[in-house]
């Protein structure tokens, strides 16, 4: 198997300029092979995609905002949240991991203390 030929600057702004001309594959392959041509522009066309990795977002931005609003000055639980904005196919795990990654919500147990007496409302 033989290395790969590299084109240099010159020859890839020569074929990109060509190709916008219309002119085919193999018209272009003068002095490089026509897979040398072709794997270069194959290469090119996949350098500018966007791919991405990993399983979608359950939850969009506009339901992680109202998420955050929901949970914001607030003493629910992540399941009434849920039932709150319907959110029929967003997890309640889901939503309490979105809760603890978001820097501006801090979810803490209730400190317990004791009812009011008459004394005290007085």
Do not use: W
């Not at 350098?47 to 506009?62: F, H, R, V």
């Not at 949240?81 to 959110?87: E, L, Q, T």
């Amino acid at each position: 198997m033989s290395k790969r030929k590299y084109l240099n600057e010159r020859q890839k702004g020569i074929i990109n300029y060509m190709i916008k001309e219309g002119h085919s594959q193999s018209k272009i392959a003068v002095t490089k092979s026509r897979k040398c041509i072709q794997t270069y522009l194959n290469n090119r066309s996949s350098k500018k995609l966007n791919n991405k990795i990993g399983c979608p977002k359950t939850l969009s931005p506009s339901n992680r905002q109202l998420l955050l609003r929901e949970a914001s000055n607030s003493c629910l639980s992540a399941s009434s949240i849920k039932s709150n904005c319907s959110f029929n196919d967003v997890s309640t795990r889901t939503i309490q991991r979105e809760l603890c990654s978001s820097p501006n919500i801090q979810r803490r147990v209730m400190i317990k203390c004791p009812n009011l007496t008459k004394l005290h409302i007085e």
